[in-house]
């Protein structure tokens, strides 16, 4: 049967039956048939509005029409019952259609469109007739039926007539308009009685369109065309519901005037998160009504008219926009205003119509009810109310969390707009300048913003906002002096009570040294897991640690254990602490939980319970006597203490004057997730930093906790060992799902189906572990750990790009003395000691040149990301249809990424204009893929910072976007790419080519703020360029990085180079120019390739760290040999003059890493001297070298040597190499890796 509502309650409906049949006989009824039935379902649907209609009406001139419809209604639902067999269904359904014209002919003769009396005798029979809830469903009932007659109207349906179509569509948006004002009062009046009058109007006017449509409009038979005299349903209906209509205006202001009278009982009835659709529907209305009203003629009040309209128009846009995005809470908070300020603007609006028809028809008699409204007083209150929830709706949008360099990027942005568009900010440029010149001198006084750091960020932003609204003037200037007022004087008091703040902070710390610390109870958790888990794995670990436990030195030493939650550290230190040989081997052993939150004095009665359990210690002891106490108590005695989850170095300090040396073999076993705690603590030992488990050991922990001593059944073997391996090698992964496992049946099917949706049962249970280390993080380093949900699954992460990212985000807090790029790597570094990040690459010189997240994090990242509307990840069937993510209401996120294979971003641009920072990700299995119109995407973006479209082609690049800082794009091969001058803000530009070389615009040169250039494969500079550039361009003192240039020849390289003299690195490839001007020049990679001249001199300058020399040409490496600060050489099939390189004494003075690759040298003579700090040589391809130098032996600081795809003699000499540095110089660490 059919789904749809049907407003008689006729048994075995028409509409139902006629859809059971097209259902059953699809495949054989011919396509006249069907059409036919499609009609009959249509003309059915409107006789049930018919009938409907006339059960509340007492019009006598239709009474004998209603009941012969009725009858006949009835008699064809049964006749199409009885349809058995489907040669039977032609004559039926043409007989059925033959009566339904006829009916259709009497009703038109009979209808009474001009007047239709609602009898009050019914009421008692229909009482549900004109409530509101019937009101509803009949106006959606009728508006479906009109939306179907559009279909047949549409000139690919079959059913298609000629027919005023326009006009139809002009209907049912008069209907939807309306509609909207039934819902708006339909959801908030208390007393319907009260607001008959409207409703049985509304009835009215929604049943004659319907039967006006039905009846006049074309049919499907052009013989039976009952349209010869076509009312005018459209004139019709608006006659009845626009309120040019001066009986229409009073009904209108009736209503409103009744709900505002009922306003205080509104809450009870109201369903809030169907508030917001009510709302902007009427306001929708009002706006619509207001467009349409006609303000003309010579009238000496006309101007103010349109001055009031105007006003009116304005607000309630902005209401409109603003109302949709609005949270629910506050929605619900604000609600009485809203709707005050709703109901107050409907009166504005009918007034405005009455007021109009007044002096038209100077019959003050009519309107007399209509009071004088005070349209300034009015006007001032729905402005506060507009004001108030569009400052709402934009708060609503921003990050619950952000870094503190949002504050300074917004700064600069300030300074930049007050310059570039001084005229369109003048109504609010006192202010501003106000603001700046508060927050800049606070950040002065006191070391940035540590005490309301999320407040005034989002300060920053609304100050942005107001400055972008104003220029681009889609907010009202009213709306914005409000605005900024309301931010000086709350800036200025946040200020104060900071300052007042810091005050207090300095003194205390002046009294009594101490800083509180957060008091978040988290041991409890970790020590119940750790006591119900058996340990497993670690075998090695745990051998390691028992030798250091049981011998080593006699001195006192710190055992410390270090790795992030889950990883079971608790567990290990416990099974160490509970070993027999331990026990027996310590005459005295104690354990204290630090966790977050502790006191010293707690931690000191629990160890000495520990130490002394036979005896009561007294917690009334003062803090320094138990202190005192316990170090006597050890002071004689080899004693083991456990001290398990230390998040600070101040903990381990407090303890640690208890804990004596008397050279007995002592030991501290601590556990921490800090790697700064853990040194901090050091003595003697390292501290172990805990690996994930093997494949193995997972299986075997899963093992073990499912099936305890049982064995595993052969068919669950290999389905256990992918969830063992989807674990990630986490050990409390494998206990969580092991939890799961343990409630189900052992068959096969329920494992896969645990396989399959691993992820979301693991995060569930590991979300609280993980969050304990992101709620420890310091407030800097929150948004940077967060940001890592930008990135791949196990994605290989350039720390390069991401510390470029981070500054770009403003989540890199400015220091005066520091590089960002430097501070960023500090907080990376942070990070990974804080085992919330991995280290995956390092580069030649020990730095970290890559890392990667794990899974379970990287989940954890973009959920709170999300949370914190902090950053969006959206993929999946969201990506395809963006108005359905629209539709939804999702807060979009001032940080997108999109994971797609679509092409379709155009349509999410128009969501996106508030986002400041766009990923787009694409599928791995393609390499690249490409957009259009990238200027008109983008160009909306006005707060865009950063564009990462590292994997799309662009085919030009978004010219109006001055707030970007770092942008990631790919062009064509062999391409040329223009760049607008307003890119002024520009820091990072990555361009991809798919190959050949890209051809860099002049206008590149006037991004006076660019510090990262990188350009892959390699980028041009051609002479026009050049000359253009060095004659008008100022000097790029702040870029850092260039990668990859072409030299066409010596003088372009001088040319660029000389301005830009404060690179730190570069890689380019072409003639040699002079590199000793970059004196800040750190790491320098060149290529010149086999075709060009010698270089008889290398210009090198002097601070060079690390130098890679490929395919070139040298006379000798003499000036390399004496460079100062070189710690990393590479020289890759590099030729030189001698087939012999002479190293004499105290040559390479810093070298810690060399690496020749295809060499053309076969000697290679090496002073004692030399090489004073080498500690890694590789050696590659080196086919005519016949040995390593034997000075190499004697090397105290060499760690390894790699020979890779070298002759045999050379890769003996290395095995020398090694047979003295093990066995002579007892070098046990020394590495020798050997590959043919």
Known sequence: MSSEEFLTSQKNHPVSTLQLISTEWDLILPGTIKDRIEFLKREFKFLDIF?????????????????????????????????????????????????????????????????????????????????????????????????????????????????????????????????????????????????????????????HAAMDAWLYFPGIDGNKDLASNEMDVLGFLQMRTCPIQPFVCDI??????????????????????????????????????????????????????????????????????NLISLPIKDHKCHLQDIDAAIIDAGLLVYSLYSSMKEKEDMAVEESNHVPMLDFSGIVQSIQTVTYLITRKSFLSLLPRIDGLGSIGIILDYLKEFLSHYSYSLSSIKAQLQTIKKEV??????????????????????????????????????WCLVRWIGDIVEETTLLMREAAEMHEKKVSDLALHNTIDVASVNTSQFARITSMREEMVGFQEVMDKLSRQLLRG??????????????????????????????????????????SQAYTRKDLLLTILRGVKKDTIISDKLPENELADKLRRLLLVQRYLILVDDVWETNAWDDLKPCFYDANNG?????????????????LISDPHFLRLFTLEESWMLLKNRVFSKRSCPLVLEDVGQKIAQKCGGLPLSVVLIAGILETMEKEKHSWEQVASNLGPHIHAKSEDIIDLSYQNLPYHLKPCF?????????????????????????????????????????????????????????????????????????????LKAKMENFLQWIKGKNIADPSSFARQKHKMSRRLCLYFEGDNLVEWSSIC?????????????????????????????????????????????????????????????????????????LETLIVKGIGGRVSLPDTLWKMVKLRHLHIYSRAMFTKPNVQMFVESSPKMDVLRTLASAWFSCVEDADNILANTPNLQKLRCDGFFPAFNNLTKLEVLKFSCGPAYTWSTELKLPPNLKKLTLSSGRIFSLN??????????????????????????????????????????????????????????????????????????????????????????????????????????????????????
């Open 51 to 207: 009938l409907s209609l006339q059960s509340l009406t007492s019009e006598c001139s239709m009474e004998d029409v209603t009941q012969k419809v009725q009858a006949q209604f009835q008699n064809d639902a049964v006749n199409l019952t009885k349809i058995q067999i489907c040669e039977y269904l032609d004559s039926v359904t043409s007989r059925v259609q033959n009566n339904i014209w006829l009916s259709k002919l009497e009703i038109r003769d009979n209808y009474p469109f001009l007047k239709m009396a609602f009898s009050s005798k019914k009421e008692n029979s229909s009482s549900n007739a004109a409530s509101p809830d019937f009101l509803e469903k009949f106006i959606d009932i009728v508006l479906r039926n009109l939306s179907d007659l559009l279909k047949i109207y549409a000139p690919t349906s079959l059913l298609f007539v000629p027919g005023p179509k326009k006009q139809m569509e002009e209907v049912v948006k008069e209907l939807k308009l309306l509609r909207n004002f039934v819902f708006y009062v339909s959801n908030r009046c208390t007393k319907p009685q009260n607001l008959r009058t409207f409703f049985t109007h509304v009835l009215l006017v929604v049943g």
């Open 252 to 321: 209108y202001i009736d209503v409103l005037q009744a709900l505002k009278s009922e306003q205080t009982g509104w809450d009870r009835n109201i369903q809030i998160e169907y508030t917001a659709d009510c709302e902007v529907g009427f306001v929708e209305t009002l706006i619509h009504y207001l467009s349409e009203l006609p303000i003309i003629g010579m009238h000496k009040d006309t101007c103010s008219l349109k001055d009031q309209k105007a006003i009116l128009q304005e607000m309630l846009n902005l209401l409109r926009a």
């Open 786 to 862: 967060l940001y890592f949900g930008v990135f791949l699954e196990d994605e290989e992460i350039k720390v390069s790009k991401l510390t470029w990212l981070w500054t770009a985000e403003g989540l890199v807090k400015p220091h005066a003395e520091k590089l960002p790029e430097d501070i960023a790597e500090y907080y990376l570094e942070n990070l990974i000691g804080r085992n919330l990040v991995m280290v995956s690459k390092k580069s030649s010189d020990g730095k970290i040149k890559a890392c990667r997240i794990h899974d379970l994090l990287l989940d954890y990242c973009r």
């Open 913 to 985: 204009l508030a986002v400041q920072s766009f990923h787009l990700m694409k599928s791995r299995h393609i390499a690249s893929s490409s957009i259009g119109c990238t200027s008109f995407t983008f160009n909306n973006f006005k707060f865009l910072r950063v564009l990462d479209m590292e994997f799309t082609i662009i085919d030009s690049f978004p010219e109006a976007l001055t707030c970007l800082r770092y942008a990631a794009v790919r062009i064509a091969e062999d391409s040329s790419l223009s760049f607008s001058s307003n890119l002024w803000n």
């Open 1119 to 1236: 000036q390399v040999a004496t460079l100062p600060r070189l710690a990393v050489l590479k020289l890759l099939q590099v030729i030189t003059k001698s087939d012999v390189w002479e190293v004499t004494r105290e040559q390479f003075p810093q070298i810690k890493f060399l690496k020749l690759q295809d060499p053309d040298i076969s000697k290679w003579n090496v002073a004692d001297d030399a090489f004073p700090c080498l500690e890694h040589l590789v050696l590659r391809k080196c086919q005519y070298l016949e040995e390593i130098p034997s000075s190499f032996a004697d090397m105290a600081t060499l760690k390894s040597i790699k020979v890779l795809e070298c002759n045999d003699s050379l890769v003996e000499s290395a095995k020398d190499i090694q047979e003295t540095q093990v066995e002579e110089m007892q070098n046990s660490g020394f590495k020798l890796f050997i590959q043919k």
């Open 666 to 682: 002592s030991r501290i076993i601590l556990t921490t997730r800090l790697s700064d705690v853990a040194f901090h603590a050091k």
């Open 440 to 477: 800049e001198h606070f950040q002065k006084q006191h070391d940035g913003f540590l005490y309301f750091p999320m407040q005034l960020i989002a300060k920053a932003y609304e100050v942005e906002h107001i400055v972008v609204s104003c220029i681009n003037r889609n907010i009202p200037v």
């Open 553 to 594: 030195s006699p001195e006192l030493d710190v055992i410390s254990i270090v790795g992030m939650a889950g990883l079971g550290k608790t567990t290990l230190a416990n099974k160490l602490f509970l070993d027999q040989l331990v026990v027996s081997h310590f005459d005295v052993r104690a354990q204290c939980c630090v």
